[in-house]
Structures are given as structure tokens and as C-alpha cells.
């Protein structure tokens, strides 16, 4: 690996967590003409998925292994993406490096995730990288303003989409998460530590249990940031699975804040709403900022 | 059954969901010389509960038996107290009466709970009765200030406790819960359609899969009623299955609004605490009103 010549885009640093979205980005990135150099996470994004592409796998709580080879490479950027599920802090190994900085890891460890990922940015600069969003680096990410695929949300989805919005505004000063499920104007579930997923079957469960007053059909998703969301990381996403998910609560479909979200596989995500029947909406989520 | 003289309390009319708190209600206000009318609803409370009690059995939707029933007895005052899982607008029978009450049950079926029960109540009045809540004929069922049992709640769960009543004072006013988990200084849960003991079992698996950072024995669940709650009906309650649930989720213990909460069976729901190594506290909510 070599430095890259004066003038030339230096080669960006991909941490990888799980699923389909490192990936994504990195072809995106790649498409564009720049360099990516992917470091997934051990024991959290997939060998599988990284066979053939020159990995650098890195592990939690190992920083010198990623900042010797990020500065080997001539890496000055670098973009968090994937899923991380939040690590317990005493399974942890450190490194060496890691060590020097542990008072300022272990303040990120209290609180929310927005206070764990803001410390990890700011020690990522103080070693003198520069942590970018994803979408900045690959922006057709973004779910645009408008509706993605072949279903159209109705007026009482867009009331609950509203009301979802509302809801996830009121409570991002407490930083807990990004989603809720909203039914005829009641919010029937808050995603907070169970993530998206784990939220949409618990709706499943509850329609099948009869728990739900629901009918058949209604019932919408909603994802947007909370307004003191970095959007360098963890910006919301949707993917293939979210859409799974969806159906399977019989959910109408997902609205998510536009060009503040991010979809993971696209065609692919919008050819599987088509196909179940659900709509994927890019809306204005009110926010002021 | 005969309608009381002048001057004799009228007998109450409890309305009984699931659970055990109705008996205990029931069981509070006999203890203090009024005679006690028990209306188990069909299909959610349990028959063996009220073996021996002479029960009058109500169906859901079935307003004309209990209006007769009860102005026969000469109730006046009634009471609805218990769990009653949110009924499907379309599963429910209706009788004469309440087919001419419809247009008001339609229009309390949109929304959340708050709405749903504020129009039952409004229902209820209008065909002369007075709607109490359990605590004014049964007000040692409210948890009172300060810590229950053996256990005492650290300062850290203090902390955590205050952050959730904060959070549900925030979230009152969209309707959607009474309870959330708090663990180091992170919301890690929140009660929507699913109720408290379905939210305890989510931490209980989100620990056990190793999705939470916090140690063990760490967290506090938090209730207390919405800002805009009718105090008659739905005040957040807590039992020995409460206790149990916080145990098995690894939580420290439960903080709960003083005096805006009630404990059913409260002494064997001490007698789990102690055992369990929970703590159980009525803690000032911090709400204005």
C-alpha cells in the first residue's frame, strides 16, 4: 500500500459493521473513481460478504490495527457504516493505543447512543482522521421526496406518518431511537435499545394476538433522525429486511424523513414493496432546524 | 337484589378486567362496610376468581345487561378497574343499548387509550351513573411515598428514574404508554400497545442475547401516568408479576409516581421484592399540574 500522490483523492476508510450497507457504499464510492479501503468489524459484519474484496478486519476496542494501516494507505477520510450492536464495555480487549485513549471511551459509555458515537468521532479526529457521513460520500443513498415504488400511502397514512414525525421530534432530546409504528392515529410501538427489526415483529405479534384494533393493512412505519443527530453516523436506514418486516406486520408501508434516511439496495428494496404491497414514501418530517 | 334506604351508601359497581387488583378492590371497599356489586367481563377475567362471589357476567358491548343489572341493585357509583386488552371495533357483539350508544363507541375507538376510555366514561355518565377511580373508594392501593421493602434504590437508579419520568411527562400528551426501562442513564425501553410485562420480557431477551452494555442488576422500570390522564380509570399499576418480570430482566428495582400508582396484592408483592432483591420505591414524578 502506498501513499497517494500530490493532487490525487486519498483512499477512504470504510469501518464496516453489519449488513448489506458497507457494501453498497463502498461499490457506490468505487463507482465514482475513489479508492475504498474496507475495515469490517470482527464477529460483526460477515466474512462472507468481504471474500475477494482485501479486507482489513478489525476488532472493537483495537484502534492501532486500524490507524497503522489507515495511515500506511494515505487514508485522511473515513466513514462508519453498518449496523453495531452496542458492545458491552467489560467484553472488551484493548490494544495499546486503545488503552491511552480509554478515559474518553469510557465517558461515551454512558448515556444514549448519540453520546457514544460523538465520543468515538471526537477521538477518531484527535487522531487526525476526518469522519464523514455516508451519505456525503456515495448521496444517492438518500431516499429522495416522493414515493419509491408502485403502492401509494393514503391520506390516513400520511396523517399517522405526521403523527409519527411529531412523535420522533418530541423525544430525540432523549435520544433513544429512530422509529415508531403508527396505526388510526395511535402509536403502537417505540423502538428504542430492540432497534427497527426487533420492533416490527413485536407488531406482528400483537396483530396476531389479536392485540390490535387495527385492521388488516394499516399501520405505517416511521424512521426519521432525532434533531441532534450527527449525520455523519447512524443516520436511519431502511433495507430489504425492513420491508420483510413490514409486511409481515401488516404494516401499510414505511415513510421516512426525506433525504435524511438512508435505503440500503434500493431496487431491490423497492422491487420487494412492490411485490408485498407496501409503500415506501420519502416525506417532509416537519423538523426545523 | 333491593335498592338501598336514604342514607345508606348506594352499593358500588366494579367493573372487573384481568388481573388480581379488581378482588383486591373489591375486597378494600367490603372491608370499609359498602356493599360491593362484582361485573366480571367474559373472556378477560378469570371464572375462578369470582367462584363464590356472585358474579354478574358482562359481555363486551353488552351495556344494556350491566345498566339493568346494576340500577336493580341501586348502584349509583361504579368503578372500572383491571387489564383489558384494546378489543377489535369489528370482533364486538352489540346489544340494543349499546348499538344506540355506537356512534359515540365508534368515534372513542380511533385514537389511544386516553381517547378510548374518556369516551366510555362519557358513556357511562350519560346514562346516570358517577364513573369513580378504584383509589377513591380503595386509596390504600395507591404505593405511597418512599421505599416498600428491604431493598433501597442507589443514587444511579434515582438518576434513572427521574430521567423516565421525564421522559413519559414529554410523551405524555401523544397517548402512547406508562412505562419505560432506564438503565445508566439510557431509555432502553418503551411501552406502547405492548404493556409493561411485554416490555420487561424485551429487556429480559435483549439481556440475555447480550444487547445491553449495562451490568447486571442495573436499570430501573419507571411508570407513572400521562400528564393528561383521567385519574378515574388506567392509573399505572404494579404487582407481584410486575416484580417478577423486573427480576427476570435483570433491572435493580421500580420506581413508580407516589401517590398516582397503584400496587396490587401489596404484601405479596413486597414479600418478591425483598426475596428477588428488587427495590421498590414511590418517588415524587416531578410533574406540574
Redesign the interface.
Known sequence: MSAPVAGEESPLALICGSGSLPLAVADSVAARGRRVLLFPLRGIAAPQDYAGRAPIWLQLAKFGTFIRAARAAGCRDLVLIGSL???????LRFDLTTLRMLPGIAAS????DDHLLSGVARLIEGEGFRLLGAHEVAPEILVPKGVLGRVQPTPQDETDAA?GF??LH??GM????QA?VVA???????????GTD?MLV?VAE?RRT????A?EGRGVLVKCPKPTQDRRFDLPSIGPQTIKGVASAGLAGVAVAAGETIAAQSARLVEIADRENVFVAGLASGLQR
Not at 450492536?85 to 467484553?91: I, T
Not at 459509555?109 to 444514549?112: A, K, N
Not at 389479536?210 to 384494533?213: I, N, P
Open positions: 450492536v452496542r458492545p458491552s464495555f467489560w467484553q459509555f454512558r448515556g444514549g403523527l411529531r412523535y418530541a423525544t432523549f435520544d433513544v431511537g415508531v388510526s392515529n395511535r402509536v403502537l410501538a417505540v423502538e428504542a435499545a430492540e426487533q413485536r400483537l389479536g392485540r390490535l384494533a385492521g
